[in-house]
C-alpha cells in the first residue's frame, strides 16, 4: 500500500488546486449560507457549467462526453480536493454518478450525442427512480409495470425516495416488463424526460425540514422504445450497472466528524472544566478516531487497487455501513455536548455553525443508513461475499413473479 502521489499524480493534483483556489473558496473560510433551494440550483448549475467550460466535469468521463479520459487515481484526487472547497455539487451526484455511466454503455449514439453533453455541462439534472414502497432493499421486488404499445411503453406505478425528483429533467427508470419469470428476469430499464404527461411527484417532508426525497406516481406515462436501454427483460443486468455505481458515488457519509467534535470538545465545559479533560468524553473520542482512521486506511485499499489497474473489492461497502453509524453517534454526541443549547440551532456566530453542522448530520444520518443500500443489505454482502457465510433463505427464488405471495406494504 502506497499513500504517496505518484509524479504524475502529484502534478495532477496541484493542477487540480489551482483551478480550485482560483474559482472558489476554502470551506474552513466560508461564509454561512442562506439560500433557497432554487437558489441553491443555480449555484450549482453555474458551478458545473464552470468546470465543463475549464475540462474539470466529469474527469474520468470519455473525452467526447466532456470528460478528460482521466484514471480512476486522478479521479480520486480531483473528488478530494473538491472537498475542501465551498461549492454545490450535490444535484448532480446522481446523475454523473450513476445516470451517466449507464447511459454511455447502453443508449443509442444519438441519445448520447443529445443527452451526454447537457448532463455534463449542467443543463440537465437527473435522478434515479428505482427503489418503491414495497421493494426498497429488494429492488427486484419492483411492481411498476411497463407493456408494450406499438412504438411506446405505456408505464404504472410508483416510486419513492427518489432525490431531487422535483427539480431534475430527465431520469432512469427500472420497470417489471413480463411477471410470469422469476423476478430478476422480467425487467426492463428506460430513460425518461421527467416532463411527460402522467408524471406526479410529491415531496416528502422529512424530520430535518428538508424534502429532497419524494414520491414519484406512473399514469399511463408514455416513453419511446427508442429510450429503453438493453434489452427487454435485461433491466437488472443494467441495474447492476448503476448500482456498482452508487456505491462508488455514496462512500462515506459526510457531515459532522472527529475534528468537529474535538473542537467543540475544547470549547465546551462540563463541570466547570473543558469536555475534552472529561474521561468519557476522551474515551468516546478516542474511539471514533479509530473508527476515522480505520475508515480512512481503508479508502487507501481502494485507492492502491484502483492505481494497480485492479477492481476494487467490498471495501465500498465495509465504508459506508461504518461511516454511516459513526455519523449518527458523532452528531448525537455533539448534540449532547451543548446542553441544552442542543436543541436549539443558534442563531448567529458559531452557535449557528454548530447547530446546522450536528443537527443537520445527526437527522440526515438515518437517511444515510439507507440510501444506496441499508446497513442490512451491506452487512449481507460483507457476510457472504468477503466472508463466505452460507447465504440468506430465499424463498421466493426461482418462482415467476406473479406466483409470489405479495404483502399488503
Not at 275 to 301: M, S
Amino acid at each position: 500500500m502506497n499513500f504517496d502521489d505518484t509524479p504524475q499524480e502529484a502534478e495532477f493534483r496541484a493542477e487540480a488546486r489551482a483551478f480550485l483556489s482560483a474559482n472558489a473558496t476554502l470551506k474552513a473560510d466560508a461564509s454561512p449560507r442562506d439560500e433557497t433551494e432554487a437558489e441553491y440550483i443555480i449555484r450549482a448549475k453555474a458551478w458545473q457549467k464552470l468546470k465543463a467550460d475549464n475540462s474539470w466535469a466529469c474527469i474520468n468521463y470519455p473525452k467526447e462526453f466532456g470528460g478528460r479520459g482521466a484514471t480512476p487515481m486522478e479521479t480520486i484526487i480531483w473528488g478530494q480536493e473538491e472537498a475542501n472547497y465551498d461549492v454545490p455539487v450535490q444535484p448532480f451526484a446522481i446523475g454523473l454518478g450513476m445516470c451517466g455511466p449507464v447511459m454511455m454503455m447502453y443508449a443509442s449514439e444519438e441519445h448520447k450525442q443529445a443527452r451526454m453533453p447537457r448532463m455534463v455541462e449542467g443543463v440537465d439534472i437527473w435522478c434515479q427512480l428505482f427503489s418503491e414502497p414495497g421493494a426498497g432493499s429488494d429492488l427486484a421486488n419492483l411492481r411498476t409495470r411497463c407493456e408494450r404499445d406499438g412504438d411506446d411503453w405505456i408505464i404504472n406505478g410508483q416510486k419513492i425516495w427518489t432525490s431531487g425528483a422535483h427539480y431534475c429533467d430527465w431520469g432512469i427508470l427500472v420497470t417489471r416488463s413480463d411477471p410470469t419469470v422469476p423476478k430478476h428476469k422480467g425487467l426492463t430499464f428506460f430513460f425518461l424526460d421527467m416532463k411527460s404527461p402522467g408524471i406526479e411527484i410529491r415531496p416528502i417532508r422529512q424530520i430535518s425540514g428538508d424534502a429532497n426525497f419524494n414520491e414519484v406516481y406512473f399514469s399511463d406515462v408514455r416513453i419511446p422504445d427508442s429510450q429503453r436501454l438493453g434489452e427487454v427483460g435485461d433491466g437488472w443486468k443494467v441495474s447492476l450497472t448503476t448500482l456498482m455505481n452508487e456505491r462508488l458515488a455514496v462512500g462515506t457519509a459526510a457531515g459532522a466528524d472527529v475534528p468537529h467534535l474535538l473542537d467543540l470538545a475544547r470549547r465546551m465545559d462540563i463541570d466547570g472544566e473543558p469536555a475534552i479533560n472529561n474521561p468519557a468524553v476522551r474515551e468516546k473520542l478516542a474511539r471514533w478516531h479509530c473508527e476515522r482512521a480505520g475508515l480512512r486506511n481503508t479508502r487507501y485499499r481502494v485507492m492502491s487497487a484502483l492505481s494497480q489497474g485492479k477492481t476494487p473489492g467490498p471495501e465500498n461497502s465495509i465504508t459506508k455501513v461504518v461511516s454511516a453509524a459513526k455519523l449518527q453517534d458523532v452528531s448525537c454526541f455533539g448534540i449532547d455536548l451543548m446542553d441544552m443549547g442542543g436543541v436549539m440551532l443558534g442563531r448567529d456566530g458559531q452557535e449557528l455553525l454548530d447547530g446546522k453542522l450536528f443537527h443537520g448530520s445527526f437527522l440526515g444520518a438515518p437517511g444515510m443508513r439507507i440510501a444506496g443500500g441499508t446497513d442490512e443489505i451491506l452487512r449481507n454482502i460483507i457476510a457472504e461475499r468477503v466472508l463466505g457465510l452460507p447465504q440468506d433463505v430465499r424463498v421466493d427464488k426461482g418462482i415467476p413473479f406473479n406466483e409470489v405471495e405479495q404483502g399488503s406494504g
